[in-house]
């Protein structure tokens, strides 16, 4: 449904898109997942016709979108990061008219504004002006404008960003359901790993320009072949603790503030007993030892070799 | 056709959001009055001097304050394309297949649609205060059409300036220093005869003064029906020409995202 080949750009002396790559299939709910920074709001500027790659190529449903434009655009919705509604009109005049210029009119364009309206849970508000809404309330009418000419395609950029947890969550429910809803083929752009978790069916991890892997957020995972084993030592004997791990089969991967070794091993479970009494009969002191399953933190780490948070925030 | 509806939707959309500010619309009303009864007061004795074609200033200036706050509005008219940049109304349309051209034209038919409104409130308030038009009907006509005219010559103007710099201050300084010269370098105020021998000459290239003679050609007696269609002819040019800037470098600003 999306495919992109080797997309490069540059802004102002920064390499934005240093070769970007993908594909998204017909009804899946695709994440672009990377920090601030990364490339992934200038991918989707350049797949909704808002801007133009340097190199590369991109088609959205069989339309290339440099060379058939007006095409993309009546197959797209766009729910950019930042709204874009116009704030002293009223919910509905904003469907009413992003409904005109996709061409809509008549019965059809009511109807299909009632429609969404009530989709999307703000009803209630539809004939009150913009500027009172709440930011959950703005981002639902963002979204419902995207949906309007009923897109088969939608793009959806940063779709939680500034939303408290809570309102994080519901926005999850309602992706979920409006992809359903309206058999649609998202492309989803997010920097916080949790959403791109719970929410696609598979994802590309971005960083600097370039995605780093791409796959289902369980064979990623999948991928790293076992479980993290973090050791907190009461001591600074890190190097020991090291050389311990490593001789009972974990392998020693990266030391978090000075004492905490983080190992990766088979099975987590299994091998905890033998990781204690290894290190206690080297007489290293273990203030806490835990196991987890990996997380997309621990992918973009092993693809990377950066710390997730660390890039974002730097960002 | 497209063109000329996605420009009518975009325009009622900016028309409908003025419409819901109540002091924007008694601003709109009080102000060409402001300038009526002050002016026409402030100068009534300055037809003693000679050369303003009647005895009565306020039917010399009438006409004028038309053009004068028809100008006035256009100079301004770049804000709400800023506003639109800023709160990215105008990206959401760049990704449908919204008009390009009715982006900018929407703005520029609106400013033109206010001067057309304020120039029929001046025009029945003038009448209040006992103004003639030599020319009757036709004549009102004549002199919204010229307000319509400067407006759409000088939105033009400060629509092109709003995409090219994109902030608010420049549009405030740059609407403040063509405001005044223009107006004083035009016969809006004084007659002809009794201006400074460059300045009359200077006035001869100024828009808002082509606008100030076609307008007061057709209220005072003796009307040049050449000189009304040659004047607004050339504000009619001047208006496609500042459009046209105002369309490239829209297409600049998308080049720029």
Known sequence: ?315 | MTVARHTWFMTVRQARNLMREPIWIVLLLVQPMVWLVLYGQLFRNVTRLGGFGTGSYITFLAPAIVVMNAFFGATWSGMAMINDLDHKVVERFLATPASRISIVLSQIVRSAFTAAIQAVVILLVSLALGVRVHTGALGWLVIIVAGILVNSAFAGISQAIALLTRREATMIAVANFIGLPLLFLSTTMIARPQMPGWMQTAARFNPVDWGVRAAREVVLPGTDWGSVAGHLGLLLALSALTAAWATRTFRAYQRSL
């Open chain 1, 1 to 315: 449904m999306i495919v992109v080949e080797d997309l490069r750009k540059r802004y102002d002396g920064v390499q934005a898109l240093d070769g970007v790559s993908f594909e998204v299939r017909e009804g899946e709910v695709f994440g672009l997942l990377g920090p601030n920074g990364a490339g992934k709001s200038t991918t989707v500027r350049v797949l909704v016709t808002l801007t133009y790659a340097d190199e590369g190529s991109a088609s959205v449903a069989g339309h290339d979108v440099r060379r058939e434009q007006n095409a993309v655009r009546r197959t797209i919705g766009y729910v950019p990061q930042d709204s874009g509604v116009d704030q002293f009109g009223t919910g509905r005049e904003n469907l009413t008219l992003q409904g005109r210029v996709q061409g809509m009119h008549g019965r059809d364009l009511r109807t299909r504004a009632d429609e969404l309206l009530e989709l999307v849970g703000i009803s209630d508000a539809a004939d009150r002006i913009v500027k009172n809404y709440s930011g959950g309330m703005r981002r639902r009418l963002d979204i419902a404008l995207g949906l309007m000419h009923r897109p088969r395609v939608l793009f959806l950029d940063e779709p939680t960003t500034g939303l408290d947890p809570e309102a994080r969550v519901a926005m999850w429910d309602e992706v979920s359901r409006l992809a359903r809803a309206e058999s649609l083929t998202i492309l989803l752009t997010t920097h916080y790993l949790e959403e791109a978790d719970q929410l696609t069916d598979r994802l590309a991890i971005v960083s600097r320009g370039k995605v780093v892997v791409e796959g289902t957020s369980a064979d990623l995972k999948a991928g790293l072949r076992g479980d993290a084993v973090q050791v907190e030592l009461e001591s600074g004997a890190v190097e020991d603790a090291q050389r311990v791990l490593a001789g009972v089969g974990a392998t020693p991967e990266q030391v978090l503030d000075d004492r905490i070794v983080v190992s990766r091993v088979e099975n987590g479970g299994r091998a905890l007993p033998g990781i204690i009494s290894a290190l206690e009969g080297a007489g290293i002191d273990v203030a806490s030892v835990s196991v987890s399953r990996p997380s997309l933190d621990d992918v973009y780490l092993h693809f990377t070799g950066r710390d997730f948070g660390t890039e974002d925030r730097a960002a």
